[in-house]
């Protein structure tokens, strides 16, 4: 998108990106709350949620960036959303390491995110 986009056709992207935000916050928050159970919440799950939270509030930065018509705000949103996008195919994908509830969380997550990486990178955004 051009320095000339209106907010108003930002507003998918803003809406998924603040859903994959939302989403991993309170993943982290149930994480908390199960804290005591270590065959839900393992080593690897904290480490998991913890990275995803930081990088799902980025992601929501880097939409409101380009919203608000930055390039490099879109340069850093494309990167970050296909770069999570694809870590989350690959955990999705491995079976053993994370139990099924956070995989199952994570292609929700992956599911946002692939709905914003299609359209910032549609022709429309060119």
Request: charge should be positive; include cysteine.
């Amino acid at each position: 998108m051009t320095t000339t986009t209106r907010p108003a056709a930002f507003r998918p992207v803003l809406l998924l990106t603040g859903a994959y935000a939302a989403l991993s916050v309170l993943t982290l928050a149930v994480i908390v709350l199960l804290r005591n159970h270590p065959a839900v919440v393992t080593d690897a799950v904290w480490v998991r949620a913890t990275l995803v939270v930081a990088s799902s509030l980025l992601t929501f930065a880097f939409a409101r960036s380009a919203a608000r018509g930055s390039k490099k705000g879109l340069l850093r949103l494309r990167i970050v959303s296909a770069v999570m996008l694809v870590a989350i195919a690959v955990i999705v994908a491995l079976p053993g390491l994370f139990p099924l509830w956070l995989r199952l969380e994570q292609g929700v997550c992956g599911l946002l995110l692939l709905g914003v990486t299609v359209l910032i990178n549609g022709r429309r955004s060119r």
